[in-house]
Nanobody, 123 residues
């Protein structure tokens, strides 16, 4: 079974940086998964934040985070990261790591999801 375990969330001040990590298990060599980060604030729908194709050849970002967030993946160590810079209060949400067969998608139609990690940005 594919499992995603997230870490790195927390409470930070506006303008600070934070890196989220996603440990991936259950994906064997030769399997292809696009990886994505989504977030969901209370009362709002889950929204796409950033994504990376299975081979890292393509990335995509929501307009709201482009230039501030960076997604990266280490397929050898089965890790996915989301580097978040210049954080704003509106970035406050539960952040989810997700995996999808096989193409990168900007909608929440992914096959596997992490448990979510809370990111809170104060003024």
């Amino acid at each position: 079974q594919v499992q995603l375990v997230e870490s790195g969330g927390g409470l930070v001040q506006a303008g600070a940086s934070l890196t989220l990590s996603c440990a991936v298990s259950g994906i064997r060599a030769g399997t292809n998964y696009a990886m994505g980060w989504f977030r969901q604030a209370p009362g709002k729908e889950r929204e796409f934040v950033a994504g990376s194709a299975w081979n890292g050849g393509s990335t995509a970002y929501a307009d709201s985070v482009k230039g501030r967030f960076t997604i990266s993946r280490d397929n050898v160590n089965n890790m996915v990261y989301l580097q978040m810079n210049s954080l704003k209060p509106e970035d406050t949400a539960v952040y989810y790591c997700a995996a999808r067969k096989f193409r990168l998608s900007t909608t929440p139609d992914y096959d596997y999801w992490g448990q979510g990690t809370q990111v809170t940005v104060s003024s």
